[in-house]
């Protein structure tokens, strides 16, 4: 299993970025996949989970600004950030269910 995170940067406070996750080493369309994320000095805290029939789940400190998509022909699971905030700074990783391993994380950092 290999999941490889990308699409993180730096943007200012109210904007966007959409984050990828490209998976491999396992038939993709079978797993849920989640978001969590990291900020500094704290546990990670999920994000964002999307099963295999498309059904979604978002942190109440997301819902309404961030969307979960997969792509299953691409074998990639997408996070668009809209309105971003301060708070929202951290390392953000994606996973699957009923595997321990994390990728190795992109950075957003949101500030003016």
């Known amino acids: 299993v290999q999941l490889v995170e990308s699409g993180g940067g730096l943007v200012q406070p109210g904007g966007s970025l959409r984050l990828s996750c490209a998976a491999s080493g396992f038939v993709f369309s079978n797993y849920i996949m989640t978001w969590y994320r990291q900020a500094p000095g704290k546990g990670r805290e999920r994000v964002s989970t999307?099963?295999?029939?498309?059904?979604?789940w978002y942190a109440d400190s997301v819902k309404g600004r961030f969307t979960i998509s997969r792509d299953n022909t691409q074998n990639t699971v997408y996070l668009q950030m809209n309105n971003l905030r301060p708070e929202d700074t951290a390392v953000y990783y994606c996973?699957?269910?009923?595997?321990?391993?994390w990728g190795q994380g992109t950075q957003v950092t949101v500030s003016s």
């Open positions: 996973k699957r269910r009923n595997y321990d391993g």
């Open positions: 999307i099963d295999t029939e498309d059904i979604t």
